[in-house]
């Protein structure tokens, strides 16, 4: 076997899958592998093992943090070994992709008061810099708390993108409209009435993907389909509150000019539902 890689591709073979000791065993092996392997064959050494191993490792601590249901306790545990924001290892984008589907599992089959709040935080402070953006693209799973009582989900989201944050807010509004569409419309309005936030449509953009199937595309590597039963139920009255939202919010010729790129019908949210044609 590759050298740089000997830890991993021990680690691989030996890991029982449910075992959690094996799970500690195979974080370290991964941080050191990728670390050898980023020191002696730079970024696209790197990129190779990824894609060979990342969805194996990641579906064995999934596994090892599941077994008996989800093990919070477990999972901070590995998070206090590899937190988010250091820079210092390698092990983010396999954890925050687990933390994200917890998070998910979690409110579906139980609600959001039942995540822990210490999970929301980690995946919060997750950064493309120090994590990597296969750890931050799993982070948008932040939008699943609507509702928790000691998470701020909308006023976080919004503050994040008035500081400048954009593309991490656009990810939170789209899972925070799978979760509940009436919230994500909420959450829209607020971005694009804030006088700090400058994206307008590329926030309309997010919430395509709630009005077409019923799990985010992120964290990759997961079937939720496959062990959740969950559906996004999008009624017609909250069809007709985002076209006045984008109406309300959008300059109409804009909305005219974007029409054919996007899935809403802008043209007619700006000749209906715009301040002008209220009855």
């Not at 990342?54 to 901070?76: H, K, S």
């Not at 999970?119 to 932040?142: H, N, P, Q, R």
């Not at 984008?246 to 974007?258: M, Q, T, V, Y």
Request: glycine letters at 6%; proline letters at 6%.
């Amino acid at each position: 076997m590759p050298r740089d890689i000997a830890p991993l591709t021990s680690a691989l073979e030996d890991a029982i899958p449910g075992e959690p000791n094996d799970v500690y065993n195979l974080l370290a092996a991964w941080d050191q592998s990728t670390e050898t392997a980023l020191d002696r064959g730079g970024g696209s050494r790197f990129r190779k093992i990824t894609d060979q191993s990342l969805a194996e490792v990641i579906d064995l601590v999934d596994t090892g943090a599941t077994a008996d249901g989800i093990d919070w306790a477990f999972l901070e545990e590995c998070i206090d070994a590899y937190p988010s924001g250091v820079g210092d290892h390698h092990c983010s984008s396999i954890l925050a992709n687990v933390v994200a589907r917890c998070v998910i599992r979690t409110r579906i089959r139980e609600d959001a008061d039942a995540i822990p709040p210490w999970a929301l935080e980690y995946l919060a402070a997750v950064t493309v810099d120090d994590d990597g953006e296969w750890a931050w693209e799993s982070t948008a799973a932040f939008g699943w708390a609507l509702g928790h009582p000691a998470i701020a989900v909308l006023d976080r989201t919004l503050t994040r993108a008035e500081n400048g944050d954009d593309s991490w807010a656009m990810g939170v509004l789209t899972h925070a409209t799978f979760t509940d569409p009436e919230a994500g419309i909420d959450l829209l309005e607020r971005l694009l009435q804030s006088p700090d936030v400058i994206e307008d449509l590329l926030f309309v953009r997010q919430l395509e993907p709630p009005f077409e199937q019923d799990f985010p595309d992120f964290p990759q590597y997961w079937e939720p389909e496959t062990e959740l039963d969950y559906q996004v139920e999008i009624s017609d009255d909250v069809r007709e509150r985002l076209l006045t939202v984008i109406a309300e919010s959008i300059d109409p010729n804009r909305l005219r000019h974007f029409d054919d790129s996007y899935r809403f019908d802008l043209e007619r949210a700006a000749g209906e539902y715009g301040p002008t044609n209220d009855a």
